[in-house]
């Protein structure tokens, strides 16, 4: 069955340093979502593509998180500089342009920053 | 966004029926009723969704009250891996796909 690919599972980090993930979603979803997820909270969305286009980013904090997808497959989340306050997990799900109420989810990277 | 109200945990015993509230008295017309459920170290998944009418597939049962301002996912038999945090969220149609807000939902323990 076909999966959401994330990497690295874990990264842990000094704040004021750079730190980037990976998401490769199921082929042919149009859809991609980054997600952050705060101990005992739900996800909350960062970020979302329709292709290469992000079509929702009012949640990123745009002063030091960046996103791009640039050939509408895979896409990379970038924040620098880290800061305490970003240790979280950071999902990524995509969904089908057709079947578009079910998202499916990676199994997240677990940033800590020291 | 509609808001969903849902108890923070849950508790039943393996085999017998589950049945997770949610209310969602501000829902609008065209909003859907979405279930997702977060097994422990991994992403969301999805369980199920409907609109109106209730609705079921091999994971479980939704049952939506008629004047939609509640519903209950329904675990016709729990296991262990049942055990997780449970989402219900609403979402109206969207040109692009749906945008999820989730909650802190519903965290069920299965005993056994």
């Known amino acids: 069955e076909a999966e959401v690919a994330q990497s690295p599972r874990y990264k842990i980090t000094e704040k004021s340093q750079a730190v980037a993930f990976w998401c490769d979603p199921i082929s042919g979803h149009a859809t991609l979502y980054w997600y952050r997820q705060i101990l005992g909270q739900g996800p909350e969305l960062l970020v979302q593509?329709?292709?290469?286009?992000?079509?929702?980013d009012s949640q990123l904090p745009k002063d030091r998180f960046s996103a791009e997808r640039l050939k509408g497959v895979d896409s990379t989340l970038k924040i620098q500089p880290a800061e305490l306050g970003d240790s979280a997990m950071y999902l990524c799900a995509s969904s089908h342009r057709v079947s578009k109420n079910i998202q499916y989810f990676g199994a997240g990277t677990r940033l800590s920053v020291l | 966004d509609a808001k969903t109200t849902q108890p923070n945990s849950m508790e039943s015993n393996e085999e017998e029926p589950v049945h997770l509230p949610c209310n969602h008295s501000t829902i609008s017309g065209t909003d859907y009723i979405h279930w997702y459920r977060q097994l422990p170290s991994q992403g969301p998944e999805y369980v199920i969704h409907g609109l109106t009418s209730n609705v079921n597939n091999r994971m479980a049962s939704l049952a939506i009250a008629e004047d939609r301002k509640s519903s209950t996912l329904i675990l016709h038999r729990a296991t262990l891996r049942d055990a997780a945090v449970y989402y219900c969220?609403?979402?109206?149609?969207?040109?692009?796909?749906?945008?999820?807000?989730f909650g802190p939902g519903t965290r069920l323990s299965v005993l056994p």
């Open positions: 593509f329709q292709d290469e286009s992000v079509v929702d």
């Open positions: 969220i609403l979402n109206g149609p969207d040109h692009y796909g749906q945008n999820f807000v």
